[in-house]
């Protein structure tokens, strides 16, 4: 079963960083567009980041100059690095993604999601 699961998360002090990582795993050929979203409680799910499979990139303006988002085509890995924390980063992360698997012959293409992962910003 394909599926995408989110590790790196936890509690951090304003100024510090993480490092999130999403890896798809099941029967996945191919990792196409993707991304990170985030949802703070009380607000709708908001994209963070996103990353194309040329590696082409796009940030929020929350974001900009403080978050990076990557990828390891060959680990099927998506990466976001977060600096400069700030409180009202804290929220629930969650990765998206457009992921092709070959089943019987034939490939798909569909969209998944992440379970997410925590980040809170807290001194």
């Known amino acids: 079963q394909v599926q995408l699961v989110e590790s790196g998360g936890g509690l951090v002090q304003p100024g510090g960083s993480l490092r999130l990582s999403c890896a798809a795993s099941?029967?996945?050929?191919?990792?196409?567009?993707m991304g990170w979203y985030r949802q703070a409680p009380g607000k709708q799910r908001e994209l963070v980041a996103a990353?194309?499979?040329?590696?082409?990139?796009n940030y929020a303006e929350a974001v900009k100059g403080r978050f990076t988002i990557s990828r390891d085509n060959a680990k099927k890995t998506m990466y976001l690095e977060m600096n400069s924390l700030k409180p009202e980063d804290t929220a629930v992360y969650h990765c998206?993604?457009?992921?092709?698997?070959?089943?019987?012959?034939?490939?798909?293409?569909?969209?998944?999601w992440g379970q997410g992962t925590q980040v809170t910003v807290s001194s």
């Open positions: 998206n993604g457009d992921l092709t698997r070959y089943s019987g012959g034939v490939y798909y293409t569909d969209n998944y």
């Open positions: 099941g029967s996945v050929f191919k990792l196409n567009a």
């Open positions: 990353i194309t499979a040329g590696g082409s990139t």
